[in-house]
C-alpha cells in the first residue's frame, strides 16, 4: 500500500487495526501459550510503530527534498557604475607671434556653442594699426553703397575714362604705387573697374572710383566717416581710397567686421574669390592674395606698405567631416613678411581643423559591473562595442545609461544602452552579459532553504 498519500489520521487507523487483528482469542492452548502471543504481538505492534515513524519521517524528507530542488532562487545582486567619460582639451589654434591677428568662427555653432573655447580668438596689440591696401576692400563697399549692383552678375554701368583719370596713372606711377592701364575714352563696366582695383590692387582705379561715386575725394571720404559711423567700427580711420597713407588705420576686431560686411557682399565676395579676369581695357589681372584656393581660403584682399606693415584680411571654408563647413574670417596686420603671414595663416587653419576630433569612449568588453549570486556563480556586465563620439575642441562629454533586469543572464545578453553626448553629436553602445550564472547543484539548494523562495 504506498504510504506517500496517506494522512496522518489513516496511519493511525493502520496502526490500531493491525494491534486488534492478532488480540483474538486462540481455539486451543493454555496460558503459556497465550503469553506467548502475547509478547509476539508486542513486538508486532512495536514494528509497526517504527515502521510508521520511518514512513512519516520519509515522507517529510522527501517532502523538503523536492521543495528545496524545486523552489525559486535568489536573484542575483548587481553592482553597476557608469563608465568614467574622457576630459577633452581645448583646440590649439595658433595666432601670429608678432603684429595683432584675431579670427571669427561661424557656420558649426551647434559645436561651438557647446564648447568652452571662446569663437574670437585675439593676439597682439588691440591698437589701430596701419592696414594699407585692405583699405580698398572700404573703398569697394562705400561706392556700392552710392552705386550698388543687384547681385553678383550684374555689372551696372559703364565708366568711360577721362584724360583726369587716366592721369592718375602717372601719378601712381612715380609713387610706386600699383597701378593698372586706364586708357583715355575706354570704357568698363563698374564690376569690372571694381576687380581691377581688388585683384592686382591698382591704386589708379581706387582714386577713379571714389571720384566717380561721389563727385570728389572729399566727398568720398566724409560718406566714408560716415559708413565707418554707421556700421560701429570705432577704431578704423580712412583718410584716402587707396590705402598709400600710415594713417588708414584699423584694430584687428575691426577688420573682423569688415571681413564680415564684405563676404556678405554677393559683389565684394565673388571679386575677392577670383584668382584672374581679363577685364576689357586692362588687360589680364590677377589676384595678389597668393593663398587663394588653398587650404579652403576664399579672400579677401592683402596689404603691404614694407617691412611691419604687410597684412592680411581673409575668409576661408574649413570643410570638416560630420561637422560641414566652418567659416573663417580673419585678420592679420603688422607682419614682417609675406611668407611669415601666410604661414601663420595656414598653422591658424590647421589649428581649427585639428581641434574637431572624434574622442574615443569606450572600448569593446569594458567593464561596467557584475552580476553575483548567493551560490558563488557571477557573470560580467560590460560595453558590447566600442564607440567614439565626434566633437569640436573642449566640448564636455557627458553619458547616461539605462540597463534592465536580465532574463536568462547568459552570456552576450543585452540589457541595456549607453548615450554619450557631446554638443551636438551622440554616440551609443549596448551594454551586455559577459559569461553564464549556472544554477546551484542539489547540495547546496538541501542545506540552504533559508535562502530559497
Same mark, same amino acid.
Given at each position: 500500500?504506498?504510504?506517500?498519500?496517506?494522512?496522518?489520521?489513516?496511519?493511525?487507523?493502520?496502526?490500531?487495526?493491525?494491534?486488534?487483528?492478532?488480540?483474538?482469542?486462540?481455539?486451543?492452548?493454555?496460558?503459556?501459550?497465550?503469553?506467548?502471543?502475547?509478547?509476539?504481538?508486542?513486538?508486532?505492534?512495536?514494528?509497526?510503530?517504527?515502521?510508521?515513524?520511518?514512513?512519516?519521517?520519509?515522507?517529510?524528507?522527501?517532502?523538503?527534498?523536492?521543495?528545496?530542488?524545486?523552489?525559486?532562487?535568489?536573484?542575483?545582486?548587481?553592482?553597476?557604475?557608469?563608465?568614467?567619460?574622457?576630459?577633452?582639451?581645448?583646440?590649439?589654434?595658433?595666432?601670429?607671434?608678432?603684429?595683432?591677428?584675431?579670427?571669427?568662427?561661424?557656420?558649426?555653432?551647434?559645436?561651438?556653442?557647446?564648447?568652452?573655447?571662446?569663437?574670437?580668438?585675439?593676439?597682439?596689440?588691440?591698437?589701430?594699426?596701419?592696414?594699407?591696401?585692405?583699405?580698398?576692400?572700404?573703398?569697394?563697399?562705400?561706392?556700392?553703397?552710392?552705386?550698388?549692383?543687384?547681385?553678383?552678375?550684374?555689372?551696372?554701368?559703364?565708366?568711360?575714362?577721362?584724360?583726369?583719370?587716366?592721369?592718375?596713372?602717372?601719378?601712381?606711377?612715380?609713387?610706386?604705387?600699383?597701378?593698372?592701364?586706364?586708357?583715355?575714352?575706354?570704357?568698363?563696366?563698374?564690376?569690372?573697374?571694381?576687380?581691377?582695383?581688388?585683384?592686382?590692387?591698382?591704386?589708379?582705379?581706387?582714386?577713379?572710383?571714389?571720384?566717380?561715386?561721389?563727385?570728389?575725394?572729399?566727398?568720398?571720404?566724409?560718406?566714408?566717416?560716415?559708413?565707418?559711423?554707421?556700421?560701429?567700427?570705432?577704431?578704423?580711420?580712412?583718410?584716402?581710397?587707396?590705402?598709400?597713407?600710415?594713417?588708414?588705420?584699423?584694430?584687428?576686431?575691426?577688420?573682423?567686421?569688415?571681413?564680415?560686411?564684405?563676404?556678405?557682399?554677393?559683389?565684394?565676395?565673388?571679386?575677392?574669390? %577670383? #584668382?584672374?579676369?581679363? /577685364?576689357?581695357? $586692362? @588687360?589680364?589681372?590677377?589676384?595678389?592674395?597668393?593663398? &587663394? !584656393?588653398?587650404?579652403?581660403?576664399?579672400?579677401?584682399?592683402?596689404?603691404?606698405?614694407?617691412?611691419?606693415?604687410?597684412?592680411?584680411?581673409? %575668409? #576661408?571654408?574649413?570643410? /570638416?567631416?560630420? $561637422? @560641414?563647413?566652418?567659416?573663417?574670417?580673419?585678420?592679420? &596686420? !603688422?607682419?614682417?613678411?609675406?611668407?611669415?603671414?601666410?604661414?601663420?595663416?595656414?598653422?591658424?587653419?590647421?589649428?581649427?581643423?585639428?581641434?574637431?576630433?572624434?574622442?574615443? /569612449?569606450?572600448?569593446?568588453?569594458?567593464?561596467?559591473?557584475?552580476?553575483?549570486?548567493?551560490?558563488?556563480?557571477?557573470?560580467?556586465?560590460?560595453?558590447?562595442?566600442?564607440?567614439?563620439?565626434?566633437?569640436?575642441?573642449?566640448?564636455?562629454?557627458?553619458?547616461?545609461?539605462?540597463?534592465?533586469?536580465?532574463?536568462?543572464?547568459?552570456?552576450?545578453?543585452?540589457?541595456?544602452?549607453?548615450?554619450?553626448?557631446?554638443?551636438?553629436?551622440?554616440?551609443?553602445?549596448?551594454?551586455?552579459?559577459?559569461?553564464?550564472?549556472?544554477?546551484?547543484?542539489?547540495?547546496?539548494?538541501?542545506?540552504?532553504?533559508?535562502?530559497?523562495?
Amino acid at each position: 500500500m504506498p504510504t506517500e498519500n496517506l494522512s496522518p489520521d489513516d496511519l493511525t487507523d493502520f496502526a490500531e487495526l493491525l494491534a486488534t487483528a492478532d488480540t483474538a482469542p486462540p481455539e486451543h492452548g493454555g496460558p503459556r501459550r497465550r503469553s506467548r502471543r502475547k509478547q509476539r504481538g508486542g513486538r508486532r505492534r512495536g514494528g509497526l510503530i517504527a515502521l510508521l515513524v520511518v514512513v512519516v519521517v520519509l515522507g517529510a524528507v522527501g517532502g523538503y527534498a523536492g521543495w528545496a530542488l524545486n523552489a525559486s532562487l535568489p536573484v542575483p545582486v548587481a553592482s553597476v557604475h557608469k563608465p568614467a567619460v574622457p576630459v577633452t582639451s581645448a583646440a590649439e589654434v595658433p595666432l601670429p607671434s608678432d603684429g595683432a591677428s584675431a579670427i571669427r568662427l561661424s557656420g558649426a555653432d551647434k559645436y561651438f556653442a557647446a564648447a568652452k573655447t571662446k569663437l574670437d580668438l585675439t593676439s597682439g596689440t588691440t591698437k589701430p594699426l596701419t592696414i594699407a591696401s585692405i583699405t580698398k576692400v572700404v573703398t569697394a563697399l562705400v561706392v556700392l553703397d552710392a552705386r550698388p549692383l543687384s547681385d553678383a552678375d550684374d555689372h551696372g554701368p559703364m565708366i568711360t575714362w577721362s584724360k583726369a583719370d587716366h592721369d592718375l596713372y602717372d601719378r601712381y606711377y612715380v609713387m610706386g604705387a600699383t597701378i593698372a592701364t586706364m586708357p583715355i575714352g575706354s570704357s568698363m563696366s563698374e564690376y569690372d573697374a571694381l576687380a581691377t582695383m581688388l585683384l592686382p590692387s591698382a591704386c589708379n582705379y581706387a582714386d577713379a572710383l571714389a571720384t566717380w561715386a561721389y563727385g570728389s575725394q572729399w566727398s568720398f571720404v566724409a560718406a566714408t566717416r560716415a559708413w565707418l559711423a554707421d556700421h560701429g567700427l570705432k577704431h578704423t580711420t580712412i583718410v584716402e581710397p587707396t590705402g598709400l597713407s600710415h594713417e588708414n588705420r584699423s584694430t584687428p576686431a575691426d577688420l573682423i567686421k569688415i571681413g564680415k560686411l564684405a563676404a556678405a557682399n554677393p559683389v565684394v565676395a565673388k571679386i575677392a574669390g %577670383t #584668382a584672374s579676369l581679363v /577685364v576689357p581695357g $586692362a @588687360g589680364m589681372i590677377r589676384n595678389t592674395n597668393d593663398l &587663394l !584656393g588653398t587650404d579652403g581660403i576664399t579672400g579677401l584682399k592683402t596689404g603691404n606698405l614694407g617691412y611691419g606693415s604687410f597684412c592680411l584680411l581673409y %575668409t #576661408a571654408d574649413v570643410n /570638416v567631416q560630420s $561637422a @560641414g563647413s566652418v567659416h573663417v574670417i580673419g585678420a592679420v &596686420l !603688422g607682419g614682417g613678411s609675406r611668407e611669415s603671414i601666410d604661414g601663420d595663416v595656414k598653422a591658424t587653419l590647421d589649428g581649427i581643423y585639428s581641434g574637431f576630433h572624434m574622442v574615443p /569612449v569606450a572600448e569593446t568588453d569594458q567593464r561596467l559591473g557584475t552580476y553575483t549570486t548567493a551560490w558563488g556563480s557571477s557573470a560580467r556586465l560590460v560595453v558590447s562595442e566600442s564607440a567614439s563620439v565626434f566633437t569640436w575642441s573642449d566640448t564636455p562629454i557627458t553619458v547616461s545609461m539605462k540597463t534592465a533586469t536580465p532574463k536568462d543572464y547568459t552570456d552576450g545578453e543585452v540589457v541595456g544602452q549607453l548615450t554619450w553626448t557631446a554638443g551636438p553629436r551622440t554616440a551609443k553602445a549596448k551594454i551586455a552579459v559577459d559569461g553564464d550564472i549556472t544554477p546551484p547543484d542539489a547540495w547546496w539548494r538541501l542545506t540552504h532553504p533559508f535562502e530559497l523562495g
